[in-house]
C-alpha cells in the first residue's frame, strides 16, 4: 500500500468536523460533480492552481520563478496560463502574499502523521482526532488506511468524511482502524444523483445500508441546497429512506456562499454565486421534519 497521499490540506483546530479539537486532512480528488461544492479546488485528482487575484502585489516573482512561463504581467495585470501550469508549487512558495495556492501535494504519511501529532494533547483533552476528508478521500485507499491505522496506533479517533460512491471493499478496509462515518447524503433518487450530483443513488444508498449492518456509527448528513431539496416534502421522502434503512444519527447542513472565492480563485463559474444561503427558518423547518422520525439529529455548519 502507498505511503504517499495527494492532499490538498492540513488543517489544525477544526472545530467543524466532528468532536472536540480536531485535525482535519483534506485528500484531493472527488468523482462527484456537486454544483454547490464548497471545496471546488478538491475535485480534480490532478490538483488546481488558485490566484488569489485581489492579494496579488504585482512584485512578479511567481513570473521569475515558474519555470512553465505560467504567470505574466500585461499592462499591470497578473494573468495566469493555467493549461501551461504542472504544479510545482515555486510561486506558492514566493508569493509574499499568498496569493497563489496549489491544492494537491504528495505527502508522505510520515509527514502527515508528524502535523496530526502535533496537537495530540489537544485531542485527548478535548475527545477529539482526526478527520479524513476531501474531495473524496477514500478514492485513495491505499494511503487512507495507512493513515487511520497509524492514528489508532496512537490512541487517536478517526473520523472518516466521505459521500459514499466508491465499491463497499475500501469501506471494509478502512473499519479494522475506524467504524466512525460522516456520510454524505446528497439526494434521494437516480434521477437526482444523476442529474445534481454525478453518483451513482444505488451505490450509495447499497453502501450506507452496510455501514449501519455493520454496526458502525455513522452520521448521515444533508447539505440543504436551494430549489434541490429544500422542501418538506423532499426532506420526509428523504427521512422516510434514511428510517427504513436503519440511520439514527442525521445532520442538516445549510447552504452558503463560503466557497465563492474559491471558484474565482480557479478561473471558474460558480452557478450558485447569486444563490441566498438557507435561512435559520427554513433550517428549523426542515429539522422539524427529521424529529418528527425520531433521528438523532441538529443543524450543523
Request: hydrophobic share 35%.
Given at each position: 500500500m502507498?505511503?504517499?497521499?495527494?492532499?490538498?490540506?492540513?488543517?489544525h483546530?477544526?472545530?467543524?468536523?466532528?468532536h472536540?479539537?480536531?485535525?482535519?486532512?483534506?485528500?484531493?480528488?472527488?468523482?462527484?460533480?456537486?454544483?454547490?461544492?464548497?471545496?471546488?479546488?478538491?475535485?480534480?485528482?490532478?490538483?488546481?492552481?488558485?490566484?488569489y487575484?485581489?492579494?496579488?502585489?504585482n512584485?512578479?516573482?511567481c513570473?521569475?520563478?515558474?519555470p512553465?512561463?505560467?504567470?505574466?504581467?500585461?499592462?499591470?495585470?497578473?494573468?495566469?496560463?493555467?493549461?501551461?501550469?504542472?504544479?510545482?508549487?515555486?510561486?506558492?512558495?514566493?508569493?509574499?502574499?499568498?496569493?497563489?495556492?496549489?491544492?494537491?501535494k504528495?505527502y508522505k504519511?510520515?509527514h502527515?502523521?508528524?502535523?496530526?501529532?502535533?496537537?495530540?494533547?489537544?485531542?485527548?483533552?478535548s475527545n477529539g482526532?482526526v478527520t479524513?476528508?476531501?474531495?473524496?478521500?477514500?478514492?485513495?485507499?491505499d494511503?487512507?488506511?495507512?493513515?487511520?491505522k497509524?492514528?489508532?496506533e496512537?490512541?487517536?479517533?478517526?473520523?472518516?468524511?466521505?459521500?459514499?460512491?466508491?465499491?463497499?471493499e475500501?469501506?471494509?478496509?478502512?473499519?479494522?482502524?475506524?467504524?466512525?462515518?460522516?456520510?454524505?447524503?446528497?439526494?434521494?433518487?437516480?434521477?437526482?444523483?444523476?442529474?445534481?450530483?454525478?453518483?451513482?443513488y444505488?451505490?450509495?444508498?447499497e453502501?450506507?445500508?452496510?455501514?449501519?449492518a455493520?454496526?458502525?456509527?455513522?452520521?448521515?448528513?444533508?447539505?440543504?441546497?436551494?430549489g434541490h431539496?429544500?422542501?418538506?416534502?423532499?426532506?420526509?421522502?428523504t427521512?422516510?429512506?434514511?428510517?427504513?434503512?436503519?440511520?439514527?444519527k442525521?445532520?442538516?447542513?445549510?447552504?452558503?456562499?463560503?466557497?465563492?472565492?474559491?471558484?474565482k480563485?480557479?478561473?471558474?463559474?460558480?452557478?450558485?454565486?447569486?444563490?441566498?444561503?438557507?435561512?435559520?427558518?427554513?433550517?428549523?423547518?426542515?429539522l422539524?421534519?427529521?424529529?418528527?422520525?425520531?433521528?438523532?439529529?441538529?443543524?450543523?455548519?
Amino acid at each position: 500500500m502507498s505511503d504517499m497521499g495527494f492532499v490538498s490540506d492540513l488543517q489544525h483546530f477544526s472545530t467543524g468536523d466532528g468532536h472536540g479539537i480536531r485535525t482535519t486532512v483534506f485528500m484531493q480528488g472527488c468523482n462527484l460533480s456537486c454544483e454547490w461544492c464548497h471545496n471546488p479546488e478538491t475535485i480534480d485528482i490532478n490538483g488546481s492552481l488558485l490566484f488569489y487575484e485581489a492579494l496579488c502585489v504585482n512584485c512578479r516573482k511567481c513570473e521569475e520563478i515558474c519555470p512553465s512561463n505560467v504567470n505574466s504581467f500585461v499592462n499591470g495585470k497578473h494573468l495566469i496560463n493555467r493549461n501551461r501550469c504542472k504544479l510545482v508549487g515555486k510561486c506558492e512558495q514566493v508569493c509574499p502574499q499568498s496569493a497563489l495556492k496549489v491544492s494537491g501535494k504528495q505527502y508522505k504519511l510520515s509527514h502527515v502523521m508528524n502535523y496530526i501529532l502535533e496537537d495530540i494533547d489537544f485531542y485527548k483533552k478535548s475527545n477529539g482526532g482526526v478527520t479524513i476528508s476531501g474531495g473524496e478521500p477514500l478514492l485513495q485507499i491505499d494511503f487512507c488506511v495507512k493513515l487511520a491505522k497509524a492514528c489508532s496506533e496512537n490512541d487517536i479517533n478517526v473520523i472518516v468524511d466521505t459521500a459514499g460512491n466508491v465499491p463497499f471493499e475500501y469501506f471494509q478496509r478502512i473499519m479494522l482502524y475506524t467504524k466512525t462515518f460522516f456520510y454524505d447524503f446528497k439526494a434521494n433518487s437516480e434521477e437526482g444523483y444523476r442529474e445534481k450530483i454525478g453518483g451513482s443513488y444505488k451505490l450509495i444508498l447499497e453502501n450506507l445500508k452496510g455501514l449501519i449492518a455493520k454496526s458502525c456509527d455513522v452520521v448521515v448528513r444533508i447539505p440543504i441546497i436551494p430549489g434541490h431539496n429544500d422542501t418538506v416534502e423532499y426532506m420526509k421522502k428523504t427521512a422516510e429512506i434514511l428510517k427504513n434503512i436503519g440511520a439514527e444519527k442525521v445532520q442538516l447542513l445549510p447552504f452558503h456562499r463560503l466557497g465563492t472565492a474559491k471558484y474565482k480563485a480557479l478561473g471558474k463559474e460558480y452557478f450558485y454565486a447569486e444563490t441566498k444561503p438557507v435561512s435559520q427558518e427554513k433550517s428549523n423547518e426542515l429539522l422539524s421534519v427529521l424529529e418528527s422520525y425520531d433521528f438523532v439529529c441538529k443543524i450543523d455548519g
